[in-house]
C-alpha cells in the first residue's frame, strides 16, 4: 500500500522537476533558478518517502546517487566534504575482502576432496570452467579497450587528478620487472598481506591451504572445513550489513565526484553499462552458442528449459536464488543427476562467466578514468586478480562490487569510478547473473555429453528409472 501511495507523487514530481529544468536551461521559459531547483529538491525528497516505503537497498542506492549528484551539481564546496563517506564505506569494504576470499576458496577447493572419487568427471568440469571464463576474460578486456568507456575529457580528467595523491602515486612509482610482478604474487607472510590489502597473495595462499587442506585425513579435514564454511557465511551475512551502508557511501561519493568534475563521469558510466551488455551478448553468441553447437545440445529444448532459471537470476540479481529451478531444468532434458549436482553447485564457485567478464570491463574502466595507461600484461594481472578473487561469491548480490573495490584499492588506484559504477550496479548485476545461470546449465549438459550420459530425445520415464539408481551417489549441495 505504501508503494502505490507515494509511487505516483514521486514520479510526477520528478517528471515536472525534470521538465522545468530542461525548459529553463534551453530558454523556452524565462524561470528564476530557484524554481527548477526548488523542483527537483522537492522531487528527490518524494523519492525518498517512497524509498523508506519499500525498504529496497537498491533503491535506495539509486535515490542517494540522484541526490548526491544534485547536491554536487548545486552546492559543489561543500559536496566535495562528502568524500569521507565514501571514505567510510571503503574502510569496512577492506575488511570484508581477505576473510571473504580466504574462506570462500578454501569451501570452493577443499570442499571438493572427493575428486578422486568423481573422477575424470571432476578434472573435465574444471577444465572446461577454466577454458569458458578465459574467454569471458579476453573477451571482456576486448570489449572495454574498444569502447574505452572510462576514457574521461582531459579537462576533467585534470580536475579529477588534481590533489589526488593515488595519481600521483601511480604515476610516479617506480618500474617494476617480471621478477618482481611474479615474486609479489606470493606471501612471505600472510598477516602482513592481510595488512596490506594484497588480495592476489591472499588468494595464493587460500589456494594453498585449500590443497593441503583436502590432502589430511577426513577427521582433521572434517573441523577445519566446517570452520571455514561457518567463516564464509558469515563473511556473506558481514557484506549483507556493510552494504546497508552503501547508500550514504554512493551519495557520498557521487556528491564529491559530480562536485569535482561535473556530469561527465556519469555519461561514461552509461556507456560501461551499454558496454557490458554488448560484451554479454557476444560471449553468448561467440561462445556458449558454438559450445552448444559442438556438444550437440539440442538448442530448442535447452532454451525452454533455462528460460525461467535464467529469468529469475535477472530479476533477483541473485544466481542461488535460481539454483533449484536450473537443476530441474537440466534434469527435465537428459542430464543425469549426479552430473547436474555436482557439476552446478561447484560451476557456481569456479565457472562465473559474467561476473569474470564484467570485472575485467570494470577494472579496466576504473584505470581509464583514472587516466592511467595499462600495457596488455598489466590488464591480464588485474583481471586475473578479480577472477580469482571471485571464485565463490555468485550468490551474494554486490560482493563482486565489494572484490573490485578493494582489488582496485590493492594496485594503487583511485576507487572514486567505483562508487560511479556502484550507482548502476544493480542493472548490471541483473545481465551479468543471468550469464552465470546460463554458463552453469550449459556446462552441465556439456559435461554430461563430454561422459557420454546426456540422455537424447528421453523420455520421462527413462530418465526417472535413471534417477532411481543415481540418487544415492548424487553430491550433496554445499
Known amino acids: 500500500m505504501k508503494l502505490?501511495?507515494?509511487?505516483?507523487?514521486?514520479?510526477?514530481?520528478?517528471?515536472?522537476?525534470?521538465?522545468?529544468?530542461?525548459?529553463?536551461?534551453?530558454?523556452?521559459?524565462?524561470?528564476?533558478?530557484?524554481?527548477?531547483l526548488a523542483a527537483r529538491w522537492v522531487a528527490l525528497v518524494a523519492l525518498m518517502v517512497w524509498a523508506a516505503g519499500r525498504r529496497s537497498l537498491t533503491f535506495?542506492?539509486?535515490?542517494?546517487?540522484?541526490?548526491?549528484?544534485?547536491?554536487?551539481?548545486?552546492?559543489?564546496?561543500?559536496?566535495?566534504?562528502?568524500?569521507v563517506l565514501s571514505d567510510i564505506f571503503l574502510h569496512l569494504v577492506k575488511t570484508i575482502i581477505a576473510p571473504l576470499v580466504f574462506a570462500t576458496l578454501v569451501v570452493g577447493i577443499a570442499g571438493h576432496a572427493d575428486l578422486k572419487q568423481v573422477g575424470r568427471m571432476g578434472v573435465k568440469a574444471l577444465v572446461y570452467f577454466e577454458v569458458v571464463t578465459t574467454f569471458a576474460l579476453f573477451i571482456g578486456l576486448a570489449a572495454i579497450n574498444l569502447t574505452k568507456a572510462g576514457k574521461l575529457d582531459p579537462a576533467v580528467l585534470a580536475a579529477a587528478q588534481s590533489g589526488t595523491s593515488a595519481a600521483d602515486a601511480i604515476a610516479t612509482a617506480p618500474k617494476q620487472t617480471a621478477a618482481d610482478i611474479i615474486l609479489h604474487i606470493f606471501p612471505e607472510n600472510i598477516a602482513k598481506s592481510i595488512a596490506e590489502g594484497q588480495v592476489l597473495q591472499v588468494v595464493v595462499f587460500a589456494i594453498i591451504f585449500a590443497i593441503g587442506l583436502a590432502m589430511v585425513p577426513e577427521k582433521h579435514r572434517r573441523p577445519m572445513l566446517a570452520w571455514s564454511e561457518s567463516l564464509s557465511e558469515v563473511m556473506f551475512k558481514f557484506t549483507n550489513v556493510v552494504m546497508f551502508f552503501a547508500p550514504l557511501g554512493v551519495g557520498g561519493a557521487m556528491a564529491y565526484t559530480v562536485g569535482k568534475m561535473g556530469f561527465a563521469p556519469l555519461l561514461n558510466a552509461l556507456q560501461l553499462l551499454l558496454t557490458l551488455y554488448g560484451a554479454l551478448i557476444a560471449f553468448v553468441?561467440?561462445?556458449?552458442?558454438?559450445?552448444a553447437l559442438v556438444a550437440r545440445i539440442p538448442l530448442k529444448r535447452f532454451v525452454q528449459a533455462v528460460a525461467e532459471p535464467v529469468s529469475i537470476a535477472f530479476a533477483t540479481t541473485s544466481s542461488e536464488a535460481a539454483l533449484p529451478r536450473a537443476?530441474?531444468?537440466?534434469?527435465?532434458?537428459?542430464?543425469?543427476?549426479?552430473?547436474?549436482?555436482?557439476?552446478?553447485?561447484?560451476?557456481?564457485?569456479?565457472?562465473?562467466?559474467?561476473?569474470?567478464?564484467?570485472?575485467?570491463?570494470?577494472?579496466?574502466?576504473?584505470?581509464?578514468?583514472?587516466?592511467?595507461e595499462l600495457t596488455f600484461g598489466q590488464q591480464l594481472v588485474m583481471v586475473f586478480t578479480l577472477m580469482l578473487t571471485s571464485k565463490g561469491v555468485a550468490g551474494v548480490p554486490r560482493a563482486s562490487?565489494?572484490?573490485?573495490?578493494?582489488?582496485?584499492?590493492?594496485?594503487?588506484?583511485p576507487t572514486w569510478p567505483v562508487f560511479i559504477i556502484l550507482g548502476i550496479d544493480a542493472l548490471m548485476d541483473m545481465a551479468r547473473t543471468a550469464v552465470n545461470v546460463l554458463g552453469n546449465c550449459l556446462a552441465s549438459a556439456v559435461i554430461a555429453r563430454w561422459e557420454g550420459e546426456f540422455v537424447d530425445n528421453y523420455q520421462h520415464s527413462e530418465i526417472t528409472e535413471l534417477y532411481?539408481?543415481?540418487?544415492?551417489?548424487a553430491t550433496p549441495l554445499h
Do not use: C
Open 60 to 83: 535506495w542506492i539509486v535515490v542517494s546517487m540522484l541526490v548526491g549528484a544534485e547536491a554536487g551539481a548545486d552546492f559543489p564546496g561543500i559536496a566535495q566534504n562528502f568524500k
Open 4 to 36: 502505490s501511495r507515494f509511487a505516483a507523487p514521486a514520479l510526477v514530481l520528478l517528471l515536472v522537476a525534470v521538465l522545468l529544468t530542461a525548459l529553463s536551461h534551453y530558454g523556452v521559459l524565462a524561470l528564476p533558478p530557484m524554481v527548477p
Open 327 to 372: 537443476m530441474e531444468a537440466m534434469v527435465s532434458i537428459g542430464v543425469p543427476r549426479r552430473v547436474v549436482a555436482f557439476v552446478m553447485p561447484t560451476g557456481y564457485s569456479f565457472n562465473l562467466d559474467g561476473t569474470t567478464l564484467y570485472l575485467s570491463l570494470a577494472a579496466i574502466f576504473v584505470a581509464q578514468a583514472a587516466g592511467v
Open 468 to 473: 532411481e539408481t543415481e540418487v544415492e551417489t
Open 401 to 413: 562490487l565489494v572484490i573490485l573495490l578493494a582489488t582496485v584499492a590493492s594496485f594503487n588506484l
Open 285 to 291: 553468441l561467440l561462445i556458449l552458442l558454438p559450445v
